[in-house]
């Protein structure tokens, strides 16, 4: 059983990476002995103190721990990490990541693994209720959300038991003094790590952990499904090459191939673009879907859910992708060759779906009957795009996301427009860490 020692006022590791470090107390705030209540969105546990919510980081609902005040700043609200756990979960386990542990200073745990030390089904139970307070609270929908961890026969090489070898991007950062690693948890301090058990193990294997890159600012690794791993090394006046010229990498989603550029977007898990297709691929209603239709994928990348449209529905449909990044449009035109009826479009979402409402179609009737899919980045697609979305009655909207938060709140603008949700799935696309992917189907009531 991890148990810790109380922290010390201990001096740090110079700061690394391009923005300063977000300011830690001077003067180490007070330690607190805290019962832990229930999780709360952003990886962090809710607990009381004299009346006043405390949001405890390396915590889980049930535990008695000492937590060390960081952020006494707000009336609300304080901020605390645990350093001591003095009644442990029966779902505590040894972190996955010894640099994360609570074990140590929480100055020198690494972020970015901040439910290691959950036991998996556990951790995939937070997640659901985390999903489920947001849809209740912001959605204004109660609906059991079980999230699913991936299947093992579309990830190959990860530990789906432990909730390791799943990243195939990974951001290492690089101290003014040339150490590298990741960055401590809430914090922009580099932290010198011997391992990278969340990396799928060739990264791991290239990653230059323990060497001092004198004049660098940060390494990317990345390892494609079809290739070898990288290594790129970032110094500060790394503008990035012309981008007509960025190299790109060859993903692999089942039979189909997909060129992304080397820096592009790409989902992370080793499985997670199977996962996802096929997910889309089970969510989009067979009943309301119509081949003819304007189809969508908007926040469309490479193409990756429009071929999952695709390929279940068969290659004469008709579906246009919409990204705002020129270089991900040009390979979706090429990753979707396959489909005669797809487009792909290089736009922002809300300014095209502006134009789609100023031109008259050839039907006159906007998106009517077309399903969309909606993949937005994590701060969701938002008032903007789902009033503009709504006004063009699309017959279904399945959304793909990663922000509970960011969905529940777009479901209740959606709900708003008369549409309901449906069906919703999630997924651990990022174990060991408290993020989560749902996919929800929105459709028109009538
Ligand atoms: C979460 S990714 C999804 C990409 C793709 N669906 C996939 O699974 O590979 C979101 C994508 O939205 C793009 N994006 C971000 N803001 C956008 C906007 N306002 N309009 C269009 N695309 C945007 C990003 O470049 C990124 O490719």
Same mark, same amino acid.
């Given at each position: 059983m991890a148990q810790s020692r109380r922290r010390r006022p201990a001096s740090r590791p110079a700061s690394g990476g391009r923005r300063p470090a977000p300011p830690r107390p001077a003067e180490p705030g007070p330690v607190l002995e805290l019962d832990v209540e229930r999780i709360a969105h952003g990886g962090v546990a809710v607990a009381h103190h004299e009346g006043r919510v405390v949001f405890v980081a390396d915590a889980i609902p049930g535990e008695r721990v000492a937590a060390q005040v960081v952020d006494a700043g707000r009336e609300r609200f304080w901020r605390a990490e645990t350093v001591e756990v003095l009644r442990a979960s029966p779902d505590r386990r040894e972190h996955v990541w010894p640099e994360a542990s609570?074990? #140590? @200073?929480p100055e020198h745990r690494v972020g970015g693994a901040e439910f290691g030390h959950i036991a998996m089904p556990r951790q995939r139970a937070l997640k659901g209720e985390v999903l489920h307070d947001a849809l209740a609270r912001m959605g204004g929908v109660e609906v059991e959300v079980v999230v699913e961890p991936v299947d093992p026969a579309v990830a190959p090489g990860v530990d789906v038991e432990a909730g390791t070898r799943w990243r195939t991007r990974v951001r290492l950062h690089v101290a003014a003094d040339g150490t590298v690693g990741p960055y401590a948890a809430r914090s922009h301090t580099v932290v010198p790590v011997t391992s990278l058990p969340l990396a799928v193990a060739e990264l791991e294997a290239i990653a230059p952990l323990g060497r001092t890159l004198e004049g660098a600012v940060a390494v990317d690794l990345i390892a494609p499904s079809d290739g070898d791993p990288q290594a790129v090394v970032r110094s500060p006046d790394d503008r990035r090459t012309a981008r007509t010229a960025a190299p790109t990498v060859v993903e692999r989603v089942g039979n189909r191939r997909f060129t992304v550029d080397r820096d592009g977007f790409w989902q992370v898990h080793r499985g997670a673009a199977a996962t996802l297709t096929a997910a889309v691929q089970d969510l989009v209603d067979p009943d309301r879907?119509?081949? @003819? @239709?304007?189809?969508h994928d908007l926040y469309g990348g490479v193409g990756l859910l429009a071929a999952a449209v695709g390929d279940r529905f068969g290659p004469s449909v008709r579906v246009t992708t919409v990204e705002a990044d020129a270089r991900a449009t040009e390979h979706a035109g090429a990753n979707l060759a396959d489909w005669i009826g797809a487009r792909a479009v290089t736009a922002r979402v809300d300014r095209y779906l502006d134009e789609l409402a100023a031109a008259p179609d050839d039907a006159g #009737? $906007?998106? #009517? $009957?077309a399903t969309v899919v909606l993949d937005p980045p994590r701060s969701g697609a938002g008032r903007a795009v789902v009033d503009r979305l709504a006004a063009l009655h699309p017959a279904q909207v399945v959304y793909v996301a990663c922000d509970p938060v960011a969905l529940a709140r777009d479901v209740g603008l959606f709900r708003a427009h $008369?549409?309901?949700?449906?069906a919703v799935r999630a997924f651990d696309l990022f174990p060991n860490t408290h993020h989560v992917e749902a996919v929800a189907r929105l459709a028109a009531i009538v």
């Open positions: 609570v074990d #140590r @200073a879907f119509d081949p @003819a @239709a304007e189809n #009737r $906007g998106l #009517r $009957g $008369g549409y309901e949700l449906e």
